[in-house]
């Protein structure tokens, strides 16, 4: 079960690779082998990675409630953070660093989201709340967009100054509220191809069926969203024409699944 894979900007044969238990793994041959960096970690879920843009031996992985940075490849692993940081034992979920300051690190975490001006020493609040997703604009670091758990919905904002302040935009974005059911995860995708669109990918449950609660699609940087599949409404009971794109089956006929 691999969590999340990540490619060094600087140099694209470098990758590294988070996994639910078995740690982050390295490769320097975009993936023909791969090395444990973590054998020496009594840790398992690796939710997060980030890389350096300038350096990808420079590495950032989440684990055991907090974020360890290594300088070497993962050779050597330290705990980062100060010592509120660390005593909180946040869940990462998604970290970001700022693509024009290597050391403006964002961390997506259940005890909030926290900026670091310092490649980690030290972290502040910039929301409390269980976050999960962190994105930039492609060709603004200025434009930040964020997903946040809320209940049994998620909810979107967007920080036009470098993540000092986020407004939440809600027209169009999947309210459960309002169809019953519930809406608890959703990713975000942006593209250089299109800087203005995001795609928002979100799985709940609603209108007699769960999995896939629908695709969303921004063409403003999130202050509008249209639904975009499947079938005429969020979720509901699947069929060959409200296919369950998050089910078991090929046929996407089957009920539940992430």
């Not at 969590?3 to 078995?22: D, F, H, K, M, R």
């Not at 980030?50 to 050597?76: C, H, L, Q, R, V």
């Not at 940081?85 to 050391?103: E, T």
């Not at 079938?231 to 046929?251: C, D, E, K, L, R």
Request: net charge negative; charged share 15%; proline share 5%.
């Amino acid at each position: 079960h691999v969590y999340t894979v990540e490619q060094s900007v600087s140099n694209p044969n470098i990758l590294y690779a988070g996994s639910a238990t078995a740690g982050a793994w390295r490769t320097i041959d975009k993936g023909a082998n791969w090395n444990l960096v973590t054998k020496d970690l009594a840790l398992n879920g690796v939710y997060a990675i980030e890389i350096d843009f300038t350096n990808p031996d420079i590495i950032y992985i989440s684990g055991n409630g907090g974020i360890y940075k290594s300088s070497d490849g993962g050779a050597n692993w330290t705990v980062i953070g100060d010592a509120a940081f660390i005593n909180l034992s946040p869940g990462i979920s998604d970290m970001k660093l700022s693509p024009s300051n290597n050391l403006e690190l964002f961390a997506a975490s259940d005890e909030g989201l926290f900026k670091s001006i310092d490649g980690g020493n030290n972290f502040t609040q910039i929301m409390s709340g269980k976050f999960l997703e962190i994105e930039f604009h492609p060709n603004s670091t200025d434009t930040m967009y964020f997903v946040k758990q809320a209940g049994d919905s998620t909810l979107f904002y967007r920080s036009d100054d470098g993540g000092n302040t986020l407004i939440n935009y809600t027209n169009g974005w999947p309210n459960p509220n309002s169809v019953g059911g519930g809406q608890k995860r959703t990713e975000i995708a942006v593209s250089p191809a299109a800087p203005n669109k995001i795609v928002a990918l979100a799985t709940g449950s609603a209108n007699g069926g769960s999995g896939l609660y629908g695709i969303y699609i921004s063409y403003d940087k999130g202050e509008n969203w249209t639904f975009q599949c499947c079938g005429p409404q969020p979720a509901g009971v699947p069929s060959a024409t409200n296919i369950n794109m998050m089910g078991w089956q090929p046929s996407g006929l089957d009920d539940g699944g992430q």
